[in-house]
């Protein structure tokens, strides 16, 4: 690995070093408010930031900010594929400003920039922050390096996207560009000769499917109205109590949001990609995840919650999806140390 900067999960980042991992990328990292001393610390967590062979730069993050704070670097032309896994996003590139969140499920964002202009992060304190974030080099879609000056057939939105500065998407990532995701911001679990394959390999995926859904043609656009059942569908699986075993039926579901079972698949398919079963069951192993991160919960309780009766097949399922097993998600608790004045 060259140029790569792993914190293990529970390690500081102390200012000048994050300062340090700016200029290597070649950006100039100030904090705007408040000035901060070099030792200070901002970070707890995990944090990597590298290029890759093929020009990509992958920036993960699995930590808390420990500070209020806003830094700025000067970005130039390129294209940014950002997937953010948890946590509240709040940056803006020239005038224009982007508040992002994670908080209910995993977010893709991609945003163009065809002219150097400032970019900002503001940082909230207790943040607990889990994303990717890969750069694109302006040409890097340009095949031969030459200017392109036409779309290839099938390619308008997606060449008009990286021609208009400032120009943003937020779409639902795919389950297999959120289980990549989420491989790139554990720890690396391949020998150490391949871990930048296995890292490029990732990114490559995920820059790959993103871009390819600014094109996506909508077959079967959701109305106003089929989103609005959607999302009450989505709410009352979210409020199903996490004790309650019986099965879960398709039938009261689709009563509760006020559609058919067939209406409610199709929905489910449209507007995330997966049935209803897949959602409930990415839904339970969130929830599973979170308790051994945050509340610390045994791996049986865990398995519990995420709807396994044997452990073993739930740390299977888990480390299929996560990159990792719950002992070592466990292990990677992170604890926000007390607020400045207080003991």
């Known amino acids: 690995m060259t140029d790569g900067d792993v914190l293990r999960a529970e390690s500081p980042l102390r200012w000048r070093d994050l300062v340090a991992r700016g200029n290597r990328g070649g950006e100039a990292l100030p904090a705007i408010v408040p000035s901060l001393d070099p030792d200070d610390i901002v970070l707890r ?17 699995d930590a808390v900010d420990l500070r209020d704070m806003t830094t700025a670097a000067a970005a130039g032309p390129g294209l940014t594929v950002a997937l953010f896994l948890r946590g509240e996003v709040d940056i803006s590139l020239g005038e224009r ?64 996207f990286r021609r208009t500065h400032g120009a943003s998407l937020t779409l639902r990532p795919t389950p297999r560009q959120v289980a990549l995701a989420e491989r790139l911001t554990g720890p690396i679990a391949c020998p150490p000769m391949l871990e930048s394959l296995y890292l490029e390999s990732h990114a490559l995926e995920i820059v790959a499917d993103a871009l390819g859904m600014v094109d996506l043609p909508a077959t079967h656009p959701l109305s106003s109205r089929d989103r609005a059942r959607l999302r009450i569908a989505c709410e009352y699986l979210e409020s199903r109590d996490p004790d309650d075993e019986a099965p879960l039926r398709l039938e009261e579901v689709a009563r509760h949001a006020g559609m058919s079972v067939s209406t409610l698949h199709r929905l489910f398919r449209a507007g995330h990609g997966m049935s209803v079963f897949e959602y409930e069951r990415a839904r339970r192993m969130e929830r599973a995840r979170t308790a051994l991160e945050c509340d610390g919960v045994s791996v049986t309780e865990a398995a519990y919650l995420a709807g396994y009766s044997s452990p073993a097949n739930f740390a299977t399922a888990f480390k299929r999806r996560f990159g990792r097993c719950p002992r070592e998600a466990r292990a990677t608790r992170i604890a926000l140390p007390p607020a400045a004045g207080r003991s």
């Not at 995990?46 to 993050?61: C, I, N, P």
């Open 97 to 160: 400003r982007y508040a992002l969140s994670a908080a209910r499920e995993p977010i893709l964002f991609l945003l163009s920039r065809t002219e150097e202009d400032r970019f900002q992060r503001r940082a909230m304190r207790g943040n607990w922050v889990r994303k990717i974030t890969l750069g694109l080099p302006p040409d890097w879609l340009d095949g031969d390096g030459g200017p392109v000056c036409a779309p290839a057939a099938g390619e308008g939105g997606l060449w008009r």
């Open 45 to 61: 967590g995990r944090f990597r930031m590298e290029m890759l062979r093929s020009g990509l730069s992958l920036h993960a993050t």
